[in-house]
């Protein structure tokens, strides 16, 4: 199976600049995506010198990423957004597949398939929830 991910001009701006100040030559962003929240996704994301064992290696919009296969099924056909506002900034995941949510929470002001990643989950090197 072949993943397919896109990602929307905001969202390559903001992931070039991870990986160009992250100070790791030709380092490459590991995402890593599992099903849970409210809006149906939970990400973290951190820039790396090389994919670790397992992770398969995507050029999207001439960026490297490193996704593990159980983030690979999920990334299928999303697209990838960057988005801003006064209040918070973070990645977005717009899945045209996605039901929307039936709770009242914030997220759920969010468009159906959409899930909000905010700045805080970003990581230079090794995410604490990722060591072995």
Do not use: H
């Amino acid at each position: 199976m072949s993943t397919s991910f896109t990602l929307t001009p905001a969202a390559e701006k903001f992931i070039g600049r991870i990986v160009r100040f992250s100070g790791i030559p030709a380092a490459g962003l590991r995402l890593q995506v599992s099903p849970g929240g409210c809006s149906g996704y939970s990400a973290e994301f951190s820039a790396e010198a090389v994919p670790q064992d397992g992770e398969q290696v995507f050029v999207v919009s001439g960026l490297k990423f490193f996704v593990a296969a159980e983030s690979r099924l999920l990334l299928d056909g999303v697209t990838i957004d960057f988005t801003e506002t006064p209040t918070s900034s973070g990645l977005s995941f717009l899945n045209p597949k996605q039901q929307a949510c039936g709770c009242s929470s914030a997220e759920a002001a969010l468009p159906p398939g959409v899930a909000k990643i905010e700045l805080g989950a970003i990581g230079r090197g090794r995410p604490a929830s990722l060591a072995s």
